[in-house]
């Protein structure tokens, strides 16, 4: 009988796509442990998904909370965030955070969660490990953060909420960059079910500049994009050879590459000027 490899390395699933955006930035933030605080922008998202959450999964509960308590919510985490933020990173004041964040949640609790058949918010799921080689084990923890999982006639799919500034794009939720992340989840939902992934994933945009705006957009080969076919090596593969070598690449065209977002702007060569 061969026995189980142990785990080299436990990341947690929601942040494995942020490996295929810059890996150099994500080896120095989740495996060098550098840490950068964020701005008010950032806690605007991190408490609209709370108080969007709160929602959801009372309706999953049949708990009975309306809209107002999510926004209660929300505020509540706006000013009691889990991590501390830097008020001098953005331009939004704490009113206008308060604003925007009211506004998108009650609208999301209102006019898009009723649209959803959802079967779970925020699903934790079974460790899944990761061969990479060379007696390399990667493991997947953790919950789907910020995702839901839904239920159409064709079956069930993964729904994931991003807020931000560039949320929607010509009406429609920005889905580019979103295909790993959902690709993950769709991997480990399947893995801690044993049921099938059947529908494409969705991405719920929510847009914190400008009028707080709600939009959709699909992606339909998240899993083969992790994957792989016959032809062609996945995400995970390349992820693999990362992971074996320790050899994780830079990528200064990154959205995150800024002094703002990457902990490890300062010492790194490759960000350019
Ligand atoms: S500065 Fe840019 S290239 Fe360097 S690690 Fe950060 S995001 Fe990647």
Request: charged share 25%; hydrophobic share 35%.
């Amino acid at each position: 009988m061969t026995e189980a490899k142990q785990p080299s390395i436990t990341v947690r699933a929601s942040s494995w796509a942020g490996l295929f955006d810059c890996a150099y930035r994500w080896e120095g933030i989740h495996i060098l442990g550098m840490r950068n605080t964020v701005g008010l922008r950032a806690a605007l998202g991190t408490s609209v998904h709370h108080g969007t959450a709160v929602f959801d999964q009372s309706r999953l509960d049949n708990a009975g909370l309306k809209p107002d308590d999510a926004a209660g919510a929300f505020i509540d985490k706006l000013h009691d965030p889990d991590n501390e933020f830097d008020p001098s990173k953005d331009d939004l004041t704490m009113k206008n955070a308060e604003i925007i964040g009211l506004s998108l949640t009650t609208k999301y609790c209102m006019d898009w969660s009723p649209k959803y058949d959802f079967v779970a918010v925020e699903m934790p799921t079974k460790p899944l490990d990761i061969d990479c080689g060379n007696g390399v084990v990667v493991q997947l923890t953790g919950t789907m953060d910020r995702a839901r999982v839904s239920k159409t006639s064709l079956g069930v799919g993964i729904t994931d909420i991003k807020t931000g500034a560039s949320a929607i794009q010509k009406g429609e939720a920005n889905t580019k960059g979103h295909a790993a992340q959902v690709g993950t989840y769709e991997l480990l939902y399947e893995h801690s079910t044993g049921d099938s992934i059947t529908d494409p994933a969705e991405i719920i945009g929510l847009s914190t500049r400008g009028k707080p705006e709600i939009a959709t957009g699909s992606i339909k080969n998240g899993k083969q994009i992790m994957v792989g076919t016959e032809d062609q090596p996945g995400l995970i593969e390349f992820a693999s050879y990362m992971f074996r070598t320790g050899n994780f690449y830079p990528n200064p065209r990154s959205l995150l590459c800024s002094e703002k977002y990457c902990p490890r702007w300062n010492s790194c060569i490759f960000k350019g000027d």
